[in-house]
């Protein structure tokens, strides 16, 4: 997972997806280190649904789409939301922004997440649908 913004909720949607994901901060990760070939990492990123995020994923897809982001694949986009409700201009970016992306994905806001942690026995069926959907996307062949 790589966030977008400061404040994405990247560590929150790692955590979904238990020991299979990790929070790779900020920027664009690129496997390292001494093996060749390098892997590909299986990369999923994260922004809110504030003005800041939007611009954030807009700005970064635009990157992804002119091939400026190599080396790693991009498996799709997760918003998150920034308030119980979304205006209705939001909403619409967010959509827009999700359809651009190899797989999109909204977070709903849980108001349960500000006091503890997601516990992952519990998710919604929806959250559940998509961690597997990830997971199936990063299996498949590129």
Do not use: C, N
């Not at 922004?47 to 990157?63: I, P, V």
């Not at 091939?67 to 991009?74: F, I, M, T, V, W």
């Amino acid at each position: 997972m790589a966030g977008l913004h400061g404040g994405a909720g990247t560590s929150t949607v790692a955590s979904l997806f238990g020991t299979d994901a990790a929070d790779a901060g900020q920027g664009w990760p690129v496997a390292a280190g001494w093996k060749r070939p390098l892997p590909t990492l299986q990369v999923v990123v994260v922004a809110r649904t504030h003005y800041s995020g939007l611009e954030a994923a807009d700005a970064f897809l635009r990157q992804w789409t002119a091939g400026e982001l190599p080396e790693s694949r991009l498996l799709g986009l997760v918003l998150v939301d920034d308030a119980p409700r979304l205006l209705s201009s939001q909403a619409q970016e967010a959509k827009r922004l999700l359809k651009l992306s190899p797989r999109g994905a909204h977070i709903p806001w849980i108001e349960q997440w500000r006091v503890q942690p997601p516990e992952l026995d519990g998710l919604p069926r929806r959250l559940k649908r998509i961690v597997r959907g990830y997971r199936a996307l990063a299996e498949e062949k590129e």
